[in-house]
């Protein structure tokens, strides 16, 4: 069992930063791959980026490639999503997720493949 604690979020104007954070509880931390996805209201849950087990590895969505960067501390059981130039399209509630199915960066693109949930951390971009 693995849970999800996003922080992080908030009011931010277009062209701002923020650096979200989640946590992870459990000591099994670096054998899931991690993900953070977006949703915003009425719209359906999207990809955002994803990292590989030990980090190496990253995979971003077209729409935020050059401006959002993800990493984790696998020591400090901790991923992140830095996330500069913000839009107001990018607001939205943003969760982060753990997989354990393996394979290539791609997979981790789709929520079916992921095993557990944050509680999400809202982020509004305003103009």
């Known amino acids: 069992q693995v849970q999800l604690v996003e922080s992080g979020g908030g009011e931010v104007q277009a062209g701002g930063s923020l650096r979200l954070s989640c946590a992870a509880s459990?000591?099994?931390?670096?054998?899931?791959?991690m993900g953070w996805f977006r949703q915003a209201p009425g719209k359906e849950r999207e990809f955002v980026a994803a990292?590989?087990?030990?980090?190496?590895?990253?995979y971003y969505a077209d729409s935020v490639k050059g401006r959002f960067t993800i990493s984790r501390d696998n020591a400090g059981n901790t991923v992140y999503l830095q996330m500069i130039s913000l839009k107001p399209g990018d607001t939205a509630v943003y969760y982060c997720?753990?997989?354990?199915?393996?394979?290539?960066?791609?997979?981790?693109?789709?929520?079916?493949?992921?095993?557990?949930w944050g509680q999400g951390t809202q982020v509004t971009v305003s103009s």
């Open positions: 459990g000591r099994t931390f670096s054998s899931y791959a």
């Open positions: 997720a753990a997989a354990r199915a393996s394979g290539t960066l791609m997979i981790y693109a789709y929520t079916a493949n992921y095993d557990y």
């Open positions: 990292i590989s087990r030990s980090g190496g590895s990253t």
